[in-house]
């Protein structure tokens, strides 16, 4: 959780629009050569340091490899490199070398990625564009460099000061993602959390004003098609034509699962944070909760299946990405997102505070033992989540220095303390008043 900070000058956020490209066959087919020369530039630069790495030569970093780029893009036998857009193979050899300062990075603050690998036909790098192109709205059409004019299909307006451009190839469709610098939103005073949130399975999101949202479950309405193609893909040779269209339909409805999850993720998240400034919802490790129970040969899992069958009910939510666009939308707005524990949050009594497991005795209904107090558990859970921001939201205000409105404010500077010597008034004064 990070609170905003109430200053004059409010460091500015990144934003990305996506759009589909209506690119021309002429069009398609370069960016398929300057794909598929991005991934070799990739490769080779890859096994170049595993070459060094064999002749116990030191590790090469990215102004190395711009050097090996510049004699790749004027040697004779692979002169054909210079077809392709210079700044789109310098950003391949950038990614690559922060994947190995990732690799390097130490034990603690290494990500679980190992190694870079080498990429395979249609597992391409992506080309990306750091020359803020032309975006011609009226017409919705962008400037490439090599490409000219691509058309695209524009769904919205593209809003803020354009910086980069990135192109890639997305289940045989070919997009775009243009970045965008917008300016920092300064933060309104008197803030404090005003929706708790409770997400779950059976009911995607309850608030703590009682509303109730149904879940979409993407890849469950699809599990019947999925299971189809997934079997006829199974069914095909491998290395054939007839497998690489099964596993090209199989991709294309993976696709539409992310797109449609995605898209209803994000019309939720919107219109949650155009309400609510200050929003909690629960910290939930969602890695951990869908876990595989399977366990090892000599500790074997209890209830494997049945656990696989929640795991995917848990993931098919999408509580990561639910949390992810409501923290960032609710911050481009002036607000925050605040996570508080989801210890007891489904046991204790919102009137009361009383706290067993015995008082939700059902999946829906939540009944007091102490005091009788009756609602749907799911709105009782998000009135504790949002007493328990409340009183995060007030600690790391008082933290930081706030004034109660859950606002960061800057401290004024202090003199430094100045040591005083005991004089001879001063130590009478001392002894009389500690007698």
Not at 301 to 309: F, I, L, N, T, Y
Not at 352 to 364: E, I, P, S
Request: proline share 5%; with cysteine.
């Amino acid at each position: 959780m990070s609170l905003p900070n109430a200053i004059e000058q409010p460091e500015p956020h990144m934003r990305a629009w996506k759009f589909v490209l209506r690119a021309t066959s002429a069009q398609e087919a370069l960016l398929r050569r300057f794909s598929g020369q991005a991934r070799w530039v990739w490769n080779h630069a890859l096994a170049e340091h595993q070459a060094r790495d064999v002749r116990k030569e030191p590790h090469a970093n990215y102004n190395a490899m711009a050097l090996w780029l510049t004699a790749w893009r004027t040697a004779p036998e692979t002169v054909w490199l210079a077809q392709s857009p210079v700044h789109a193979q310098q950003q391949v050899l950038k990614r690559l070398d922060a994947a190995f300062q990732r690799y390097f990075a130490p034990v603690k603050a290494r990500r679980k990625l190992g190694y870079p690998r080498f990429k395979k036909y249609g597992d391409d790098p992506g080309l990306r564009f750091p020359v803020a192109p032309l975006l011609d709205q009226a017409n919705g059409r962008l400037k490439l460099p090599k490409l000219g004019w691509v058309r695209l299909r524009q769904s919205q307006a593209v809003a803020g000061e354009i910086r980069n451009a990135t192109v890639r190839r997305d289940a045989g469709k070919w997009t775009v993602a243009i970045q965008t610098r917008h300016a920092g939103v300064l933060p309104a005073g008197g803030l404090s959390p005003s929706l708790g949130i409770d997400v779950g399975i059976a009911t995607f999101a309850a608030d703590s004003s009682g509303r109730m949202v149904e879940p979409l479950n993407a890849l469950k309405a699809q599990a019947v098609r999925l299971r189809r193609y997934q079997r006829s893909v199974s069914r095909k040779v491998k290395g054939s034509c007839n497998r690489e269209k099964a596993v090209i339909k199989l991709r294309a409805l993976h696709k539409k699962i992310a797109n449609q999850r995605s898209d209803w993720l994000h019309k939720l998240t919107t219109g949650l944070a155009k309400e609510h400034a200050v929003i909690a919802i629960e910290d939930l490790r969602v890695a951990d909760m869908s876990a595989s129970a399977r366990g090892t040969v000599e500790q074997p899992g209890a209830k494997v299946r049945q656990k696989a069958g929640l795991n995917k009910a848990i993931l098919d939510q999408g509580w990561s990405e639910f949390a992810r666009q409501l923290a960032y939308k609710l911050e481009s707005n002036g607000g925050a997102l605040v996570k508080v524990s989801p210890a007891y949050t489904s046991q204790t009594c919102s009137c009361c505070g009383h706290v067993d497991k015995l008082n939700r005795k059902t999946q829906a209904f939540f009944v007091c033992l102490v005091c009788g107090h009756a609602e749907h558990a799911d709105t009782n859970a998000a009135k504790n989540i949002l007493a328990a921001g409340h009183a995060v939201w007030t600690a790391m205000s008082d933290a930081c220095g706030g004034d109660g409105s859950g606002l960061v404010r800057k401290r004024k500077a202090r003199p430094a303390p100045v040591k005083q010597e005991l004089t001879e008034a001063i130590v009478p004064a001392q002894q009389a008043e500690h007698a």
